[in-house]
């Protein structure tokens, strides 16, 4: 059976999993999962892909795999090559970087961007009020944590060295909605030139261009 993700195209959990599908060229099925109707809330739909009720979850065959991040790596683990990119590198300490960032990515960066996409984007989407103050104490949050990435970021054209990584791939979703939604200014900023120098090289890659269908 093919690998299928369930999930939906435009949310952030999905895309980052569809981004890693397309840098490795797996043939990666997304059947629409109709958060509208709470498809995801359902009695079958919990019991059997996703205790908490949310999305994305892979399933092939009779295995069945849910959290985002996790999926992105058994992908990687199953499907990287010696002639793919190296999305989790080989060498065990760029591999323990790899990992590091990516849990920057999910607390300090994710804390911050994730509260204000969902503040300015998802909130309204669920029929609620953006505050103003929650947005501004956000957009403060991101600029603190960039500027923190644009330390660690000096001399480097990705998070780990000169290679497109898993790392890069998670920071995506979320970064590309901020963008979209007001924070554009601040992901290029001559305040924080490697940063923006950054972003500019992962939004330009392949593999985030085809996961957005463009
Ligand atoms: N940590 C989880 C988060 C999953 C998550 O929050 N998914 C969102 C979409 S990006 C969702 O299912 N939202 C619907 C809901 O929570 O009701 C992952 O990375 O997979």
């Not at 093919?2 to 999930?7: E, F, M, Q, T, Y």
């Not at 359902?42 to 009720?53: D, M």
């Not at 295995?63 to 199953?78: G, M, T």
Request: charged residues 25%.
């Amino acid at each position: 059976m093919a690998i299928k993700v369930l999930g939906l195209a435009q949310s952030t959990c999905t895309l980052r999993v569809v981004a890693v599908a397309k840098a490795l060229n797996i043939p990666l099925e997304v059947e629409a999962v109709d958060l509208a109707k709470g498809a995801h809330k359902s009695p079958e739909y919990v019991a059997k892909y996703q205790p908490f009720g949310r999305i994305p979850v892979l399933v092939e065959d009779d295995f069945v795999l849910y959290e985002s991040r996790a999926i992105c790596r058994y992908l990687a683990n199953k499907f990287q090559t010696k002639d793919t990119v190296q999305l989790i590198p080989t060498d065990p300490k760029e591999a323990a970087l790899v990992e590091q960032y990516i849990s920057v990515e999910t607390s300090e960066y994710g804390s911050a961007v994730g509260k204000y996409v969902f503040e300015v984007v998802f909130k309204p989407m669920k029929g609620g009020v953006t505050d103003p103050e929650i947005v501004a104490k956000a957009r403060e949050e991101v600029i603190a944590a960039l500027s923190v990435y644009d330390k660690f970021l000096e001399g480097k054209s990705y998070l780990v060295g000169e290679s497109f990584t898993l790392a890069d791939i998670c920071h995506l979703p979320y970064g590309h909605y901020a963008c979209q939604a007001g924070l554009a200014d601040v992901f290029d900023s001559p305040e924080r030139p490697n940063v923006a120098r950054w972003w500019k090289t992962i939004t330009n890659e392949a593999a985030w261009k085809a996961a957005l269908g463009q």
